[in-house]
Nanobody, 118 residues
């Protein structure tokens, strides 16, 4: 089991910045993949950025150069630094973790709202 707790969302003007945090309930060394997805109004949930096996990072094209995913292993926390935010970045951002010991299991945080005003 992995519990994920997000924080850091809010309201920001276009061009502004926010940093999201996701704290995991266990060591992130035991988690195969961890990162961020988002779901905008009337849209499907989509990948934003994630760490995959081997410490590789994967970013959606629409955030490359603006968002950066990082992590603090000692705090079991993954961050998403979001710069140059645009109104189309408005969404609920979800932390995601995947474990793959015996079976593949996906875990989700409760979500944090990010609203970007124009």
């Amino acid at each position: 089991q992995v519990q994920l707790v997000e924080s850091g969302g809010g309201l920001v003007q276009a061009g502004g910045s926010l940093r999201l945090s996701c704290a995991a309930s266990r060591s992130i060394f035991t988690i195969n993949a961890m990162g961020w997805y988002r779901q905008g109004p009337g849209k499907q949930r989509e990948l934003v950025a994630t760490f995959t096996s081997g410490d590789r990072t994967n970013y959606a094209d629409f955030v490359k150069g603006r968002f950066t995913i990082s992590r603090d292993n000692a705090k079991n926390t993954v961050y998403l630094q979001m710069n140059d935010l645009k109104p189309e970045d408005t969404a609920v951002y979800y932390c995601h973790a995947r474990t793959a010991t015996v079976v593949v299991t996906d875990y989700w945080g409760q979500g944090t709202q990010v609203t970007v005003s124009s």
